[in-house]
């Protein structure tokens, strides 16, 4: 039994096994070229171990990037929102405030004390600041 795909397998182990003693006779008997393939292979490395950081570095600043513009949109629009509340809860209040006066409510109440807080001198120590003694 011949198989001829063993005899190609086993011929080219023979070639590369006296290929490989060559080279390896031939920078063995030459240590300066040994020293400048070692360099050359390890500054090869030292490069490519360059331009993967700078790859990473590259993509780790877009990401910054994307992820400060996604942050100050968030809070723009989180800050307008809530502009936007405050501005319709004091306009409720002033329209609340309008309306009460409108509908009659009772007179004493806008003349107690509470109310002309700004036109009255500052309390002395015993008399309280808010009055809570108002009466139809």
């Given at each position: 039994m011949f198989n001829p795909l063993l005899v190609l397998r086993q011929r080219?182990?023979?070639?590369?096994?006296?290929?490989?003693?060559?080279v390896s006779q031939a920078v063995?008997?030459?240590?300066?070229?040994?020293?400048?393939?070692?360099?050359?292979?390890?500054?090869?490395?030292?490069?490519?171990?360059?331009a993967t950081l700078y790859s990473g570095r590259t993509d780790a600043l877009n990401h910054a990037r994307e992820t400060s513009a996604n942050l100050v949109s968030?809070?723009?629009?989180?800050?307008?929102?809530?502009v936007e509340i405050y501005d319709l809860s004091l306009q409720e209040i002033v329209h609340r405030s309008r309306r009460s006066r409108r509908s009659g409510i009772c007179?004493?109440?806008?003349?107690?004390?509470?109310?002309?807080?700004?036109?009255?001198?500052?309390?002395t120590s015993a008399e309280p600041m808010w009055s809570t003694s108002v009466a139809c």
């Open positions: 080219f182990r023979h070639l590369a096994r006296k290929r490989g003693a060559a063995g008997n030459r240590p300066f070229l040994t020293g400048i393939a070692g360099t050359l292979i390890a500054t090869a490395m030292a490069g490519l171990t360059l968030l809070i723009s629009s989180d800050l307008a929102r809530n007179p004493t109440i806008c003349a107690a004390p509470c109310c002309s807080i700004a036109r009255r001198s500052p309390p």
